[in-house]
């Protein structure tokens, strides 16, 4: 897989630097490129001169939220081909349809699974690919 990924970029929008730090390294073991925004403001920077095939969404950042993000970013057509995985410590009932319902694609509650994290971004790759 490492070969197919190596110009697949990742960004993970998330305030925990554990969770960021650990979401990239596995990505980037599997050959992903992989840039990291601890809030909404930095992740809209970064979005400026990168085009994401996937974006981790922590729900809950500071100031802007992962939702309030994730809408903004649905609401323009440059991010239509970028799936959008909504990460959440606080999986509360309700919250996987508020992440639907903002425009995310898939959810999934931390901590992270190691071995699932990455092989979901690979699958959702290979779907945009097809």
């Known amino acids: 897989?490492?070969?197919?990924?190596?110009?697949?970029?990742?960004?993970?929008v998330d305030?925990?630097?554990?969770?960021?730090?650990?979401?990239r390294v596995l990505l980037e073991a599997e050959g992903f490129v992989v840039r990291?925004?601890?809030?909404?403001?930095?992740?809209?920077?970064?979005?400026q001169s990168m085009v994401p095939a996937v974006?981790?969404?922590?729900?809950?950042?500071?100031?802007?939220?992962g939702l309030e993000?994730?809408?903004?970013l649905r609401a323009d057509a440059r991010w239509n081909q970028t799936w959008i995985i909504?990460?959440?410590?606080?999986a509360m009932n309700g919250d996987e349809h508020k992440a639907l319902a903002a425009g995310c694609d898939a959810y999934v509650t931390k901590p992270i699974d190691t071995d699932a994290l990455p092989r979901l971004v690979a699958e959702r790759v290979a779907q945009r690919r097809r």
């Open 1 to 12: 897989m490492k070969g197919a990924m190596a110009e697949v970029q990742v960004l993970i």
């Open 15 to 23: 305030d925990n630097p554990t969770n960021s730090k650990l979401a």
């Open 36 to 47: 990291t925004a601890d809030d909404a403001e930095i992740a809209l920077e970064l979005l």
């Open 55 to 65: 974006i981790l969404m922590d729900l809950q950042l500071p100031g802007i939220d």
């Open 69 to 72: 993000l994730t809408r903004r």
């Open 86 to 90: 909504a990460l959440t410590a606080y």
